[in-house]
């Protein structure tokens, strides 16, 4: 299970990369071949989204650590067999460590780190460690929120449109934290979800958006890998007046007009520190669950033309929760059935990671996988 990082580890990691980490790495890389570090992604770069966002990651950490390392990219891999090749296929190679960035890779990972022990392998969004396999993550909830009280203060209709890619914790939690966000300013507000049961599907991205408006929805967000959603957001901008929260990037390239903000990934800092880790032979399986406050998600681009007041109150909610003094997913809790499943403090992180319910607001429900 995925233990939350203090902030302490994570201020002394990221410090240490321009500070000790850095010149002690030089001292060692000297005379030394440089880290080859894998990279593999579940979809194209492209220029925007999930792979994009984890890709700047990778960017910034050739930029940290220049002659030190020397990374490579496969873009996309399918989750299952396809995934264990191409890692088999880079451990081979001679690649020391590798970023599996996709929830469906675990396994494979697991596999690969079996028949491969001293390579390290990094895996986005899994619950599962070996002696050479780590996880992280980070709370997209916490920013989720955010979007959803924005959504609340300007939508309309009272009706949000969400399309999810699988139902998995972390899914299901941006879509919880989305509907309370939303209802903490307007109790009547619905978010209505539709399940792709793919991570990046452009086609099946765009139905579902339309569908969504179709259904009510004017104001759009997405747990998928493409821009199709913010595109159909800003197709109806002007006849339908449909905004967009954008996801993983900031969306203003495709969505100018349609865009309120965004809950945005950053992966450099971490990435860094975690080849700095394996240069030294300081690298340990400690799962790591990011937050806003580790600057892992942020809520950006907040558009100029939302009203100040609406501002001002999303500002003092983000430093609420930045500082510990409010949990999105506080008491009381209801779900979508009417059923009461918390009736005070909050939930912990064990019951956050294995979500799967939705809370009151939510239309629809949880598929089992």
């Known amino acids: 299970m995925m233990q939350n990082l203090a902030r302490s580890r994570l201020a002394a990691m990221f410090a ?24 593999v992604f579940v979809s194209p770069i492209g220029e925007s989204g999930w792979t994009y966002q984890h890709n700047q990651g990778r960017l910034a950490l050739e930029a940290a650590l220049g002659s030190q390392v020397q990374t490579s990219v496969v873009e996309s891999v399918a989750e299952g067999p396809d995934a264990e090749r191409v890692m088999r296929d880079l451990a081979a190679q001679g690649h020391q460590l590798i970023f599996a960035t996709s929830f469906g890779y675990l396994e494979p990972a697991l596999k690969v780190a079996a028949a491969f022990p001293d390579v390290k392998l990094e895996h986005a969004g899994g619950y599962k460690t070996a002696a050479n396999v780590n996880t992280y993550n980070a709370r997209y909830y916490e920013a989720r929120y955010l979007a959803g009280m924005i959504a609340g203060k300007v939508s309309r ?24 966000g939303m209802r903490s300013v ?51 901008f002007k006849s339908k007046g449909v905004q967009l929260i954008a996801y993983q990037s900031d969306m203003r390239a495709t969505a100018p007009d349609a865009q309120l903000a965004a809950v945005t990934h950053h992966w450099g800092s971490y990435y860094t520190s975690v080849a700095q880790a394996v240069l030294l032979g300081h690298w340990q399986p400690k799962p790591v669950w990011g937050s806003m406050k580790d600057d892992m998600v942020q809520l950006s681009a907040v558009s100029p033309r939302l009203p100040q007041d609406v501002r001002a109150l999303v500002e003092a909610r983000r430093k609420a929760i930045v500082g510990g003094g ?44």
């Open 16 to 39: 240490a990369l321009a500070l000790s980490f850095g010149f002690n790495a030089n001292a060692a890389a000297q005379g030394k071949a440089p880290l080859k570090i894998g990279f």
């Open 326 to 369: 409010f949990k999105p997913f506080s008491a009381p809790l209801t779900d979508n059935q009417g059923k009461l499943r918390l009736d005070k403090g909050w939930l912990d992180d064990g019951a956050i990671a294995t979500m799967d319910w939705f809370v009151q607001g939510v239309v629809g429900s949880v598929p089992r996988q």
């Open 186 to 236: 307007n109790p009547a507000a619905q978010v209505k979800v539709l399940w792709l049961n793919s991570w990046f599907d452009p086609p099946r991205e765009r139905e579902a958006a339309q569908t969504l408006i179709n259904q009510g929805a004017d104001v759009l967000t997405n747990h998928s890998g493409s821009p199709a959603v913010p595109q159909v957001a800003q197709e109806h």
């Open 157 to 180: 209709s009272g009706t949000a449109g969400y399309v999810a890619g699988f139902p998995v914790p972390e899914v299901v939690q941006g879509i919880n934290a989305f509907a309370l």
